[in-house]
């Protein structure tokens, strides 16, 4: 069964420092793995999404992810948090098949001092 | 253009009564997703339409919960008999089409059973 985990629940790091969420998945194909953000009271936002070929993918606010087929991971990274970066963000996996019933993660909480 | 709208934002209701949560999907999007958001089982899949089948329902916790979809646009979640462990945000999410295409959610509706 397909399955997502992101194994740090809270995260704080200092406003200019470098930022990585980790998310693994296990899945029997090739998965379709996402990232999304969560901000208070607001619904999810997609920061980036891999379905193939290269496995860096840029998204926005400055973020990127690696695919790395061989640990099942696919790792969210910021070269320089800012403070409206914190937030609830959101691993998911969905099927490379017919529809994208989309699998998440628990979240991870970032929170971001001055 | 719009994104995806939910209505109620906001519903407070008492256990034992129904509730009708409703979705409004970007326009010419096909794929329509309802998720579920609680603290105690993160966010979870429910059911999946495209146009206005629903060929996955398995995410539906019991049959307390059904969903309807008209029109290839609005859709309705109808929970009967509420029970307090209903209480979380259901959120809605619309896609051009099925297989690997994005997922644009709305802002949820927050419900309350007391």
């Known amino acids: 069964a397909q399955s997502v985990t992101q194994p740090d629940i809270h995260i704080t790091v200092s406003e200019g420092a470098s930022l990585e969420l980790r998310c693994n998945y296990s899945?029997?194909?090739?998965?379709?793995l996402f990232w999304y953000v969560q901000s208070p009271g607001q619904g999810l936002q997609l920061l980036l999404k891999?379905?193939?070929?290269?496995?860096l993918v840029q998204g926005i606010k400055g973020f990127e992810a690696e695919f790395k087929r061989s640990q099942s991971s696919f790792n969210l990274r910021k070269p320089s948090v800012h403070w409206s970066d914190a937030a609830e963000y959101f691993c998911?996996?969905?099927?490379?098949?017919?529809?994208?019933?989309?699998?998440f993660g628990a979240g991870t909480r970032l929170a971001v001092h001055p | 253009g719009a994104g995806v709208s939910q209505s109620p934002s906001n519903k407070v209701t008492e256990k034992g009564k129904d509730v009708e949560l409703r979705c409004d999907p970007i326009?010419?999007?096909?794929?329509l997703y309802w998720y579920r958001q609680s603290l105690g089982q993160g966010l979870e899949f429910l059911i999946y339409?495209?146009?206005?089948?629903?060929?996955?329902k398995s995410g539906l916790p019991s049959d307390r919960f059904s969903a309807e979809r008209t029109g290839g646009s609005v859709s309705t979640l109808t929970i009967q008999r509420t029970q307090q462990e209903d209480s979380a945000v259901y959120l809605c999410?619309?896609?051009?089409?099925?297989?690997?295409?994005?997922?644009?959610f709305g802002p949820g509706t927050r419900l309350l059973v007391l």
């Open positions: 999410a619309s896609s051009l089409g099925a297989g690997g295409q994005t997922q644009y």
């Open positions: 899945y029997g194909a090739t998965p379709y």
């Open positions: 891999y379905f193939s070929g290269d496995t």
């Open positions: 998911a996996v969905g099927s490379s098949g017919g529809y994208n019933k989309l699998i």
């Open positions: 326009s010419g999007h096909t794929a």
């Open positions: 339409f495209q146009g206005n089948s629903a060929p996955d």
